[in-house]
């Protein structure tokens, strides 16, 4: 008879391949245990990177950012009273005001944002408004210095030397 085998041999040989089925079907689900395992660890590690990344910086920032001190400050043409939310600013004719956080680096510089005011001289009726233009703020603070950087719209910057806690030198327009 073809393809006989006596039952001793096809005895080993069922032995023989139960043997490195049941090898292989370890050595499988060694693998899976150990990739999966591996890749949660991997998805797990990789996840708390990522949050590390995004807290660490913002932290940093956080901790980093300054409030400008409140209170008056003032130099000539100029006058501005720091509140804990807001600035008003007088100009000799004009007028703005900051709104949001006013807040520093930790190198004393600041990049605000805010409105600007043109005034006139003369009387002022009660229904005149003057138009509002945006207005950047840029500027320094070293100490009880401030220096301040005015641009609005297309019109060339501004900048003034503040002190803390000195009053405004104002020539208000008539």
């Not at 990789?46 to 807290?55: F, N, P, Q, S, W």
Request: positive net charge; hydrophobic residues 35%.
């Amino acid at each position: 008879m073809k393809g006989s085998f006596s039952p001793a041999v096809c005895v080993l040989r069922e032995q023989l391949r139960e043997s490195f089925l049941a090898s292989w079907f370890a050595s499988l689900r060694l693998c899976v245990k150990y990739s999966y395992n591996a890749f949660m660890h991997f998805q797990r590690c990789t996840g708390i990177l990522i949050l590390l990344l995004l807290v660490v910086p913002v932290s940093a920032k956080i901790q980093k950012m300054q409030h400008i001190p409140s209170g008056l400050w003032g130099g000539q043409h100029i006058s501005i009273n720091v509140g804990s939310k807001s600035a008003t600013i007088e100009y000799d004719c004009a007028n703005g005001v900051i709104n949001g956080p006013l807040v520093v680096d930790a190198d004393g510089r600041f990049n605000l944002r805010g409105i600007h005011r043109m005034e006139r001289g003369g009387p002022l009726r009660a229904d005149d408004h003057p138009p509002e233009h945006p207005a950047t703020y840029t500027g320094t603070i070293k100490g009880n210095t401030m220096t301040l950087t005015l641009k609005v719209g297309d019109s060339e910057e501004e900048t003034f030397t503040l002190e803390k806690g000195k009053p405004g030198e104002l020539v208000k327009c008539k």
